[in-house]
């Protein structure tokens, strides 16, 4: 059996000698060893022509003699040994001495074809004649170029005969397939040794050029370019947002505005020995306008003003982060008075030493930095440096010391007032209808930052033009808040009767209770138009006072895990607990979390007492520990869990005390539902009028 061992493109196929009984007296004598140097396109598995399959398969497999074959040399190659003596002894045989140069040319050719192109089948005559010397297939395989034993050339079209080897090899024809035109000259050669100074040349000036430098002359960025910082600045602030343009933060906007009059009127500060605040951090959730505060702040202050993001500190090479803060503070002294802003700080500014993996070199180096330019053995005279960020948790002490951000501005949510400003600024150059109550559009919107306020008018101004408005009305902001809170409304998913009947108790469980329960939160919206996930939502429009002060009384939370369970006891009540659905999953878990932490951590629990058990999780970003830890025995850990489920237990059974009472109100707000697939508040009060209903008592 042969074996075969792949070289790149060259297959060797070793195969015992073959005894010369298998052979014909015109044929060849066997090889011992013999070499095929295929071209890549021939082993190419995604070419489907079906010649060059021929070829290959023949090469690899034929039984007859083994040739050499050549890649694409126009001159046949030196034969080895081995073809010489076979050429030699062959020459003995009639067939070599019918070829043998001492006849008469003439008479060897005679029979030739005429022209430049043959046919297939004057060909195949002529090799089996012995007149065809050799030929070269293109890398197609469709077309062969064919040398005669008198030096003439033709070319011939091949169709798809896979004996076409077979017949050429036991003929002694020899055999190359071009692969095209060849780069292994002087200039492939030159090429190889130049493509390596290329492309360090290349990724050269592509460093240069991702670097943006401008320290060599005529504006062409030098190759240390990288160690420089990359702030924007603004010898004339044009950031085009005063205080007028920021609403809803008006404690942050007293704080900055002492920073602004400072820079404006240095001696009426100085005069009484008061210094310049080093340094001022923005701190508030995402989207509570820090980065348009600083944008706020240079366009009063009017002085120069720098802005950098804090990742654009470390990147590319370790070091670079240093060398970019001196560069930066020594551009600010040099502009001094003047205000330097740091996006998102917590970049470069997180805890030294800390984390699962500890600390990182190259960002320790760039906050060692950052610590020395605000206060360190020279200080930073004439330098404010205003930076916001959303993690303060992860900022280093030695950051937050006063002396370099001596004041910590807290950007929070806005409240119903700065809402109602925000919505006001953000409603600017829209035109809004006359129907359009911002009053009461921020009581739908507790939690709501500027950020989220700005997208509901947009989505509200997207949804008047998708339907052809002029003006944008309440319905239109209705439903982009809808849209924003639980997902778009699925307008073509397909319900069902029954499903839309089950949806609508579910949802009118959660209303009647919520309506009945005292101190609860008043119905906003009832509605069955399945958004996102939900297939109903029913929208509470909570206190906001209890929001602002973050204190909710016992009474509050465990009315909260009887409005939660409502919609499953609708359903049970209804349709029988054998058909009731997974709808309330959800609802489930809220009422666990509730129930959990107010025996956990509030000490709303007579067994367990004014004891907190069982650790929070703890920050990864500082070190701790990701999950919590278990400080107290199983026997505790089982009192717990009784009281969770006692608590759990009484919800249901008040839900269910309510549903029963007032079961004919359930009926007509659910047949209200699904007549009209949605209920406001105002609609829904007027039934418990109607039905006389009264407020639950313990």
């Given at each position: 059996?042969?074996?075969?061992?792949?070289?790149?493109?060259?297959l060797?196929?070793?195969?015992?000698?073959?005894?010369?009984?298998?052979?014909?007296?015109s044929?060849l004598?066997?090889?011992?060893?013999?070499?095929?140097?295929?071209?890549h396109?021939?082993?190419?598995?995604?070419?489907?022509?079906?010649?060059r399959?021929?070829?290959?398969?023949?090469?690899?497999?034929?039984s007859?003699s083994?040739?050499?074959?050549?890649?694409?040399?126009a001159?046949?190659?030196?034969?080895?040994p081995?073809v010489?003596?076979?050429?030699?002894?062959?020459?003995?045989?009639?067939?070599?001495?019918?070829?043998s140069?001492?006849?008469p040319?003439t008479?060897a050719?005679?029979?030739?074809?005429?022209?430049s192109?043959?046919?297939?089948?004057?060909?195949?005559?002529a090799?089996?004649?012995?007149k065809?010397?050799?030929v070269?297939f293109?890398?197609?395989?469709?077309?062969l170029?064919?040398?005669?034993?008198?030096g003439r050339?033709a070319s011939?079209?091949v169709?798809?005969?896979?004996?076409?080897i077979?017949?050429?090899?036991?003929?002694?024809?020899?055999i190359?397939v071009?692969?095209?035109?060849?780069?292994?000259?002087?200039?492939?050669?030159?090429?190889?040794?130049?493509?390596p100074?290329?492309?360090?040349?290349?990724?050269?000036f592509?460093?240069?050029?991702?670097?943006?430098?401008?320290?060599?002359?005529g504006?062409?960025g030098?190759?240390?370019d990288?160690?420089r910082?990359?702030?924007k600045?603004?010898?004339v602030?044009?950031?085009?947002?005063?205080?007028?343009?920021?609403?809803?933060?008006?404690?942050a906007?007293?704080?900055?505005?002492?920073v602004?009059?400072?820079l404006?009127?240095?001696?009426?500060?100085?005069?009484?020995?008061?210094?310049i605040?080093?340094g001022?951090?923005?701190?508030?959730?995402p989207?509570?306008?820090?980065?348009?505060l600083a944008?706020?702040?240079?366009?009063?202050a009017?002085t120069p003003?720098?802005?950098?993001?804090?990742?654009?500190?470390?990147?590319?090479?370790?070091?670079v982060?240093?060398?970019r803060?001196?560069?930066?503070?020594?551009?600010?002294?040099?502009?001094?008075?003047?205000i330097v802003?740091?996006d998102?700080?917590?970049?470069?500014?997180?805890?030294?030493?800390?984390?699962?993996g500890?600390?990182?070199?190259?960002?320790?180096?760039?906050?060692?930095?950052l610590?020395?330019?605000?206060?360190?053995?020279?200080?930073?005279?004439?330098?404010?440096v205003?930076?916001?960020?959303?993690?303060?948790?992860v900022?280093?002490?030695?950051?937050l010391?006063?002396?370099?951000?001596?004041?910590?501005?807290?950007v929070d949510r806005?409240?119903?007032?700065?809402?109602?400003?925000?919505?006001?600024?953000?409603?600017?150059?829209k035109?809004?209808?006359k129907?359009?109550?911002?009053?009461?559009?921020?009581?739908?919107?507790?939690g709501f930052t500027?950020?989220?306020?700005?997208?509901?008018?947009?989505e509200?101004?997207i949804?008047?033009?998708?339907?052809?408005l002029k003006?944008?009305?309440?319905?239109?902001i209705?439903?982009?808040?809808?849209?924003?809170?639980?997902?778009?409304?699925?307008?073509?998913?397909?319900?069902?009767?029954?499903?839309?009947?089950?949806?609508?108790?579910?949802e009118a469980?959660?209303?009647?209770?919520?309506a009945?329960?005292?101190e609860?939160?008043?119905v906003?919206k009832?509605?069955?138009?399945?958004?996102?996930?939900?297939?109903?939502l029913?929208?509470f429009?909570?206190?906001?006072?209890?929001?602002?002060?973050?204190?909710?009384?016992?009474?509050?939370?465990?009315n909260?895990?009887?409005v939660?369970?409502?919609?499953?006891?609708?359903?049970e009540?209804?349709f029988g607990?054998?058909?009731?659905?997974?709808?309330?999953s959800n609802?489930?878990?809220?009422?666990?979390?509730?129930?959990?932490?107010m025996?956990?951590?509030?000490?709303?629990?007579?067994k367990i007492g004014?004891?907190?058990?069982?650790?929070?999780g703890?920050?990864?970003?500082l070190g701790?520990?990701?999950?919590?830890?278990k400080?107290?025995?199983?026997?505790?850990?089982?009192?717990?869990?009784?009281?969770?489920?006692?608590?759990v237990?009484?919800?249901?059974?008040?839900?269910?005390?309510?549903?029963n009472?007032h079961?004919?109100?359930l009926?007509?707000l659910a047949?209200?539902?699904?007549?009209?697939e949605?209920?406001?508040g105002?609609?829904?009060m007027?039934?418990?009028?109607?039905g006389?209903?009264?407020?639950?008592?313990?």
């Open positions: 059996m042969a074996s075969k061992q792949f070289f790149g493109s060259q060797v196929l070793i195969s015992p000698p073959t005894p010369k009984t298998t052979r014909s007296s044929s004598p066997s090889l011992f060893k013999r070499k095929f140097l295929i071209p396109s021939l082993l190419n598995h995604k070419n489907n022509n079906p010649p399959k021929a070829a290959l398969a023949a090469l690899l497999f034929s007859v083994p040739q050499a074959f050549a890649l694409d040399d001159v046949p190659p030196p034969s080895p081995e010489i003596q076979a050429e030699a002894a062959s020459k003995s045989s009639p067939f070599s001495q019918s070829l140069l001492d006849a040319k008479q050719v005679s029979d030739l074809p005429e022209g192109q043959w046919r297939y089948s004057e060909f195949l005559n090799v089996k004649k012995g065809v010397e050799r070269r293109n890398k197609d395989g469709g077309v170029q064919l040398t005669a034993i008198d050339r011939v079209v169709p798809n005969d896979p004996d076409l077979d017949i050429l090899a036991m003929n002694g024809v020899d190359s071009s692969e095209g035109e060849s780069g292994n000259g002087l200039l492939g050669f030159i090429g190889n040794l130049l493509f100074f290329l492309a360090f040349a290349g990724l050269f592509l460093f240069q050029r991702a670097q943006g430098g401008s320290g060599g002359p504006g062409l030098g190759p240390m990288f160690g910082s990359k702030s600045f603004q010898e602030p044009e950031t085009g947002v005063t205080f007028a343009d920021v609403a809803g933060a008006d404690q906007k007293l704080e900055l505005q002492e602004v009059d400072f404006k009127n240095p001696d009426k500060y100085t005069a009484l020995g008061a210094k605040p080093k001022c951090l923005l701190v508030g959730p989207g509570t306008g820090k980065t348009l944008r706020a702040v240079a366009g009063e009017g003003f720098f802005s950098c993001a804090a990742s654009e500190f470390v990147e590319l090479f370790v070091g982060g240093a060398s803060v001196r560069d930066l503070f020594e551009k600010a002294k040099s502009k001094a008075p003047c802003f740091i998102e700080i917590d970049a470069v500014g997180r805890q030294r030493g800390a984390g699962m500890g600390g990182n070199d190259e960002r320790e180096q760039t906050i060692n930095q610590l020395t330019e605000m206060d360190g053995f020279s200080g930073n005279s004439g330098v404010i205003l930076a916001a960020t959303n993690r303060p948790d900022l280093d002490s030695a950051l010391r006063p002396g370099r951000f001596d004041r910590q501005v807290t806005p409240d119903v007032a700065g809402r109602i400003k925000i919505l006001q600024v953000h409603s600017r150059g035109a809004l209808a129907d359009v109550d911002f009053d009461k559009v921020a009581r739908r919107t507790p500027g950020a989220d306020l700005q997208n509901l008018m947009n509200a101004a949804l008047a033009a998708r339907r052809d003006e944008i009305s309440k319905d239109e209705a439903d982009a808040l809808e849209r924003i809170i639980a997902g778009p409304e699925k307008k073509n998913a397909v319900v069902s009767e029954e499903k839309k009947k089950l949806v609508a108790y579910h469980g959660h209303a009647l209770v919520g009945l329960m005292p609860y939160d008043p906003a009832i509605s069955i138009i399945p958004r996102g996930q939900a297939g109903g029913t929208f429009a909570p206190s906001e006072e209890r929001l602002e002060s973050g204190l909710y009384s016992r009474s509050y939370l465990e909260q895990m009887a939660a369970l409502g919609g499953r006891v609708a359903e009540v209804i607990k054998e058909n009731v659905t997974t709808g309330a609802d489930f878990m809220q009422v666990s979390r509730v129930a959990r932490q025996v956990e951590r509030f000490g709303f629990s007579k004014q004891v907190a058990v069982g650790g929070s703890g920050d990864p970003f701790q520990q990701m999950s919590s830890q400080d107290y025995s199983m026997a505790t850990a089982d009192v717990v869990d009784s009281e969770v489920r006692e608590l237990e009484k919800a249901y059974a008040r839900a269910t005390e309510i549903i009472t079961i004919d109100i009926h007509k047949q209200l539902l699904i007549e009209k949605s209920v406001d105002e609609e829904f007027s039934l418990f009028i109607d006389k209903a009264e407020l639950y008592v313990a």
